[in-house]
């Protein structure tokens, strides 16, 4: 069966210093599109310009809902889904990012899909003909930072690939590139099917992860589920199976997984039960 890629790909944000600060955004500060997409320049620390290496950032990942608000690892042509970014740091108050969506390769890459309307603090900006989501000015956070746009995929069947590219910059808010935080997460591919999408578990089920993000034990529950035995798969960012585990459940059930392990990053569980599945974000740290 033909196979399609998704491809996530993360790298660093390159926010400038007193001279040129990219507090209100990249692209409307005069600094262009920095998510990598189109070969673009986003490394700055690697030349010891302006950032030093990540400094506790974990994570920056766009991650494809479904009209569920469940993780979906599949896109089909012309349907709307939520590009979610999210990450995580512990000592900063603030973040700024850009995502962009594209098909093909170097400089040849083109706009994938479209963004919908942007949320509050956000925009989508054009640029050498591609759109940009980015931040309008610093946002505030705690711990964990999430921000989603909706976005549809190309009807265009003859694209086989599209690649996500999110960056993401947790700052102190001091002016300059002391203390930021860039991240440098790896790039990330997904399998799509032609054939129709994967079955997903009633939505009557109630699957709760917690803590989120966690350090060393995942839990794990079920609600409303029916009778039968599943598998619980959890997967890193590279499609690798780092925990798997099976489920005999009657209504509820309720386990736990060592995450202690674990490499900081986002991570998927997967619960599936007779070919219908479905899958829950979380994150390391």
Not at 88 to 112: D, E, L, W
Not at 230 to 248: E, L, W
Request: charged share 10%.
């Amino acid at each position: 069966m033909k196979k399609r890629i998704l491809l996530f790909s993360s790298s660093i944000i390159l926010f400038s210093g007193m001279i040129m600060s990219n507090n209100g955004g990249p692209i409307t500060n005069g600094n262009g599109n920095r998510t990598g997409s189109k070969v673009t320049t986003t490394n700055c620390s690697s030349g010891g310009t302006c950032h030093a290496t990540n400094t506790g950032t974990t994570l920056a990942l766009a991650g494809l809902l479904d009209s569920n608000n469940a993780v979906v690892t599949t896109w089909e042509p012309g349907v709307t889904y939520k590009v979610q970014l999210t990450g995580s740091n512990a000592t900063q108050s603030r973040y700024g990012f850009q995502v962009s969506v594209v098909h093909g390769t170097g400089v040849s890459q083109a706009q994938a899909g479209v963004f919908g309307t942007a949320p509050a603090n956000t925009l989508v900006k054009p640029t050498t003909g591609l759109q940009i989501w980015e931040h309008t000015s610093a946002i505030p956070y705690t711990t964990t930072f999430t921000n989603v746009i909706n976005w549809t995929a190309p009807i265009d069947t003859n694209i086989d690939t599209v690649k996500i590219y999110a960056i993401v910059n947790a700052v102190n808010g001091n002016g300059n590139v002391s203390g930021d935080a860039p991240n440098v997460a790896p790039m990330v591919a997904y399998a799509r099917q032609t054939a129709a999408s994967v079955a997903t578990l009633n939505a009557d089920i109630k699957i709760a992860t917690y803590p989120n993000p966690v350090t060393d034990k995942l839990n794990i529950s079920l609600e409303n589920a029916g009778s039968g035995t599943y598998s619980i798969r959890v997967f890193d960012m590279n499609g690798k199976v780092v925990a798997n585990q099976t489920a005999n459940v009657n209504k509820s059930y309720s386990t736990s997984i060592n995450a202690a392990a674990w490499a900081n990053g986002m991570y998927h569980v997967q619960l599936q039960k007779d070919g219908a599945q479905r899958t829950i974000a979380v994150i390391k740290q």
